[in-house]
């Protein structure tokens, strides 16, 4: 199968100094371990399916709130265009959304530890939103990953799709949806995310807080060319955890920005505005932590498919 050339999507402007992280990177996160590859495909009736150790589950939905917004009052997003020559100066630019690194990782895989402390570094870091996706293919080595959901494993099995791979593996980063990396070092990551907080806007975005709530408005500054999942993530800042079995026995791991789950709040074409009236406690309200973050993620699908592609936005709630 030939693979899908997803660096063509534009994803949104984001101006931020970089070398400050990569530095930090350089002397703080050790380099990654080899990449574990998951075990037996349960696929080999499907010469285009990725190799995948557990079935996926279908993603949660909860229809979306949508409700009149006023057209004054809002914080804007990136509102500028493609084609505005020269850009505003570095401290004169409005408020940006940040560059979303996801890694997929596990509580039972002996090389992702280096990757999730590289996490932590990133979460400290101005313009960059890293969340940690685990997965629950490694589950059976002796140890069950407390925060593992088949949820995730499907999203990285539809990332592993979209790109044309055959296999999954841990610990696997994916920046903004399009760029993906085995083992990355400090540098080939800031490279990743320089590029993408470099790059022109699709989406403007504006936003303001009422009663409670979040009024957001998203509206295309392009043609989007493909359906858009507009989704509300859940996710825990940190937890230390004790691992008591399978490879990493015996271990304590700090793990951040922990995705607890995704809710679906609308489809959207990108023809139009879209308005939303977005309470981030009322679904599952009392079953999630009090410290429980909330971001909402604006993620165009591959043209004719529902296989994820690049993020246009990230919205952080609180």
């Known amino acids: 199968m030939e693979k899908v050339n997803m660096i063509g999507f534009i994803p949104m402007q984001r101006r931020f100094p970089t070398q400050a992280l990569a530095v930090a990177l350089l002397l703080a996160v050790p380099a990654m371990g080899i990449a574990q590859q998951a075990p037996a495909d349960l696929n080999a009736g499907d010469v285009n399916a990725p190799v995948i150790s557990a079935p996926s589950a279908p993603m949660r939905l909860i229809p979306s709130v949508d409700a009149p917004m006023p057209d004054d009052g809002f914080v804007g997003v990136n509102n500028f265009a493609a084609t505005d020559l020269p850009p505003p100066a570095l401290d004169a ?8 690194v996801e890694l997929f990782t596990s509580q039972g895989c002996s090389s992702c530890p280096p990757a999730d402390a590289m996490m932590a570094k990133l979460a400290d870091q101005d313009g960059v939103l890293p969340l940690s996706f685990h997965v629950d293919y490694w589950d059976y080595l002796g140890w069950a990953d407390s925060f593992a959901r088949p949820e995730f494993s499907a999203r990285q099995e539809a990332y592993a799709r979209a790109a044309g791979e055959r296999s999954v593996y841990t610990p696997q980063l994916i920046v903004e949806g ?35 709530s979040d009024l957001i408005e998203l509206m295309p500054l392009s043609d989007l060319e493909g359906q858009v999942d507009v989704s509300l993530i ?36 990108g ?12 679904a599952g309200e009392g079953s ?8 909402i993620l604006v993620q165009i699908g591959l043209a004719g498919s529902e296989l994820p592609g690049a993020i246009l936005a990230a919205i952080e709630l609180d």
């Open 93 to 100: 630019l409005p408020p940006v959304t940040p560059v979303v």
């Open 178 to 212: 399009v760029d993906t990396a085995v083992s990355p070092g400090p540098a080939q990551l800031m490279g990743l995310i320089e590029a993408h907080q470099m790059s022109p806007a699709l989406l403007n975005v504006q936003r303001r807080k009422q009663d409670g």
């Open 234 to 269: 859940r996710f825990l800042p940190e937890r230390r955890v004790e691992v008591r079995g399978g490879e990493n026995d015996g271990r304590f791991i700090t793990y951040t920005n922990i995705v607890l789950g995704m809710e679906t709040l609308a489809k959207w074409d």
């Open 271 to 282: 023809s139009a505005p879209l308005r939303l009236n977005v309470r981030a406690g009322q």
């Open 288 to 295: 999630f932590p009090d410290d429980t973050r909330h971001v």
